[in-house]
């Protein structure tokens, strides 16, 4: 056996024990839930609470164990004084507590990350293991002592290298799903992972440096440490679109953690989704900071004193409704402070009690309690009286409110007197249009001012009294059986009833507006207005985010360009950090040269990135005469880099990025040629697959926002910049374009295209 081989092998023992300590606990886990299943609906109301607990405890612990099971080894800690650590997804022991594997996030597998030769404290060498399956196909040292006896064995044994684990991940195909980077997590990236939770945490970095990845083991690593506080507030993450958040929906399960949120702007207010998309200028009319203000003018514009007021008749008694009984019961409501909806119900009262007295004060005599119920009753009645209170204090809903302020452009100039004519009229909409993106954090703006529909407070009024009514038998429950101090607390107790576990809440949490988490993630950061902001530092009190993004990327007109300005505003100067990555592992070095080097020419701040990888002729230039030429190149480069990247078995993405109104035809051109040289049932499967998972991708920058391919085709980059609504923004969206590809960047354009824009 080959000294190779033979470190294979003692490699292939480790694993196969920890293999077979997770089969163990996986069948352990499967016993004990098919025992408390087995009890059925037997036994006494505790009884039956004390199985439903314990079988969700079990459940969870079944779904964690099966997560990690790819990879479940891919490193070893060598110590001086021999003793060895592997590193793995999952912390493992054996049934005698001896410690099989370590969780990549615990502090003792710092070093795997961070250590270094100048820097390495008791650890003499870094080993990576590369599996298949559960096969070791692979193993690679970094010795980082080098007076140590491990430099000559690991040369002899040709297992001495550097960073192998890491480039092999970035040549792989891509498979549409983001992968995990624990195994290849660098040190820069893992100082920002394991940083603070209680501050806000920026990490600027350009196209390919981690960003993605850092963020969500980042929220792997506070879900570790941080397990009994996240566990109950949740932990969302914020992407810039549905087709992103596919994109990365496996690499917080794969790192053993279920239950997050995730979400983009849009979809973020439970049973409200934006279809429609507005134009760059009034998107940014909406992100102002300033529509705060507007959307409480628009509130406050229906508290008013309506110029015709009713009398009632109440037993022959004249009992007028008085402007100044009006004014007065519209400032005792103010007084209060509470949302408008909420406040209203004060209003209604003082109003009410004052006309009640009205009517008291021209009787002849002292009315009794019941007399005066009545003449209340007869009031909250009247057709009348009713119609005038809710002109006097209008009951709201936040879509009714967004609707009519923009359905209206004469009252939105009133409301806002910032907005000139030319921004009223990029605003003005008919009513009864969509919603879109951008009226989202106006509409939870409006919620939030406005307060709960008051039919809806009737409905939450009978969840709270059920909510006490159980806490209250889980308490009487634990009591009776003695166990109030034990594993199962009156809270664990009530949570299982109600079928809360780690993605439970995260179901709660979702379906909840007012729900506050433990902790944000927010990826494309970038993007967001100060509107967005607002939204969800409503979501985070504590204000514990990790926020990631270019700012060399911004699309957004009204987006961020240089990050103290937003956050600054938003933290306080003194409790957010700004983290930049700076090593490109994305992009071959000619492709990401040539981005740059456009980008600055642009004027972009670009953080300053160095590519780990180079590849001869992965940038090509294809110049036509004519649209008809455009059109068949760019099928022809997309067939060929199908047949160079895509394979049957769903790895492989290509993505054709193209202007807008070039979207159709380039489609088309492209199916078409794929139609002639694919085999017939794998075109028919390509062209079937959705559109978060398309293998060949024909869209434009917005789309590609955060996402990787194998190779991409960039298609008239002029006109792409003609079609912006700034040159920064031309700028940021070809930049976008050019850095998507690990392997290979196409570029095909008119004559025309090229004199217009120097790429």
Not at 212 to 237: D, F, I, P, Q
Not at 290 to 318: D, E, H, W
Not at 368 to 384: G, I, P, T, V
Not at 541 to 556: E, H, K, L, M, N
Request: charged fraction near 25%; charge should be negative.
């Amino acid at each position: 056996m080959s000294s190779y081989a033979s470190q294979l092998h003692e490699e292939q023992q480790a694993v196969d024990r920890a293999y077979g300590r997770l089969d163990d606990l996986r069948a352990e886990m499967w016993q004990r839930l098919d025992t408390v299943r087995a009890a059925g609906s037997h036994g006494s109301p505790t009884q039956r609470s004390e199985r439903d607990s314990f079988a969700t405890m079990y459940e969870n612990r079944l779904t964690q164990l099966r997560s990690v099971e790819d990879r479940l080894v891919f490193g070893r800690l060598d110590a001086k004084n021999g003793d060895r650590h592997y590193i793995g997804r999952i912390g493992l022991s054996s049934p005698d507590h001896e410690p099989i594997l370590t969780d990549w996030r615990a502090e003792a597998a710092r070093p795997f990350y961070e250590a270094t030769p100048s820097n390495h404290g008791d650890i003499v060498m870094r080993r990576h293991i590369t599996l298949s399956f559960r096969e070791v196909v692979g193993v690679e040292d970094e010795v980082l002592d080098v007076h140590s006896d491990q430099v000559g064995q690991a040369s002899s044994a040709g297992t001495l290298t550097g960073e192998g684990a890491l480039l092999a991940s970035l040549s792989s195909r891509r498979t549409g799903k983001m992968t995990d980077i624990v195994a290849t997590i660098q040190a820069e990236q893992d100082r920002i992972i394991r940083s603070d939770m209680n501050r806000a945490v920026v990490v600027q970095g350009g196209p390919g440096t981690g960003k993605t990845a850092v963020a969500l083991h980042r929220a792997a690593y506070l879900l570790y440490t941080h397990r009994r506080t996240l566990e109950r507030s949740g932990v969302l993450v914020v992407g810039p679109s549905s087709a992103f958040l596919h994109y990365i929906d496996q690499v917080l399960p794969s790192l053993g953690e279920t239950g997050v949120v995730s979400r983009t702007i849009s979809d973020l207010i439970p049973g409200i989704t934006a279809t429609a998309v507005d134009s760059p200028y009034a998107a940014k009319l909406k992100g102002d900071r300033r529509m705060t203000s507007v959307v409480a003018n628009a509130i406050a514009a229906r508290v008013r004193v309506p110029a015709a007021l009713p009398t009632v008749t109440i037993s022959g008694i004249q009992v007028p409704m008085l402007a100044t009984d009006i004014e007065q019961a519209q400032a005792d409501a103010k007084r209060t402070r509470q949302p408008h909806n909420k406040a209203r119900e004060t209003f209604i009262r003082s109003m009410l009690t004052s006309m009640q007295n009205r009517y008291a004060e021209q009787l002849d005599y002292t009315p009794d309690q019941a007399e005066l119920n009545r003449a209340m009753s007869l009031l909250r009645m009247n057709e009348q009286v009713r119609k005038t209170l809710n002109l006097c204090w209008l009951p709201m809903t936040a879509p009714w409110l967004i609707d009519q302020l923009f359905a209206h452009p004469e009252r939105l100039k009133s409301l806002a007197g910032w907005l000139t004519d030319n921004d009223i009229a990029a605003l003005a909409r008919p009513k009864g249009s969509p919603l879109t993106r951008s009226d989202i954090p106006l509409l939870d703006e409006a919620m939030d001012m406005l307060g709960p529909d008051p039919k809806a407070v009737a409905r939450q009024s009978a969840a709270d009294a059920r909510r006490a009514a159980e806490e209250q038998y889980a308490k009487d429950t634990l009591a009776a059986t003695g166990l109030g101090g034990g594993i199962v607390s009156s809270q664990m107790l009530l949570d299982q009833m109600n079928g809360d576990d780690a993605e439970l809440t995260a179901q709660r949490a979702a379906a909840d507006r007012e729900w506050t988490y433990g902790h944000i993630v927010v990826d494309e950061a970038q993007e967001l207005t100060a509107m967005d902001w607002r939204m969800l530092i409503r979501r985070c009190p504590s204000r514990s985010f990790t926020i990631v993004g270019d700012v060399a990327q911004t699309s957004a007109l009204g987006g961020t360009r240089r990050w103290s300005k937003s956050m600054n505003r938003l933290f306080g100067e003194s409790h957010w950090d700004l983290n930049e990555l700076t090593i490109n592992y994305r992009n071959p070095q000619e492709v990401s040269e040539l981005a740059s080097r456009f980008a600055e020419e642009e004027g972009l701040y670009i953080s300053t990135v160095n590519a780990v990888r180079t590849i001869p002729d992965s940038v090509s230039r294809n110049v036509v005469p004519d649209m008809s030429s455009l059109l068949e190149t760019t099928a022809e480069q997309a067939a060929q880099l199908a047949e160079q990247f895509v394979s049957a078995d769903g790895t492989g993405r290509i993505a054709v990025i193209c202007p807008d109104n070039l979207i159709a035809p380039v489609r088309d051109a492209v199916r078409r040629k794929l139609a002639v040289i694919l085999d017939p049932a794998e075109y028919a499967r390509l062209i079937e697959q959705p559109e978060w998972d398309e293998q060949i991708s024909v869209c434009g920058t917005e789309t590609v926002k955060g996402l990787e391919f194998d190779a991409v085709v960039v298609v008239e980059p002029g006109l792409i910049e003609d079609d912006a609504p700034s040159r920064l923004v031309a700028a940021s969206d070809l930049y976008v374009a050019m850095t998507r590809p690990t392997q290979k960047l196409v570029i095909v354009r008119t004559k025309a295209d090229e004199k217009s824009l120097n790429i």
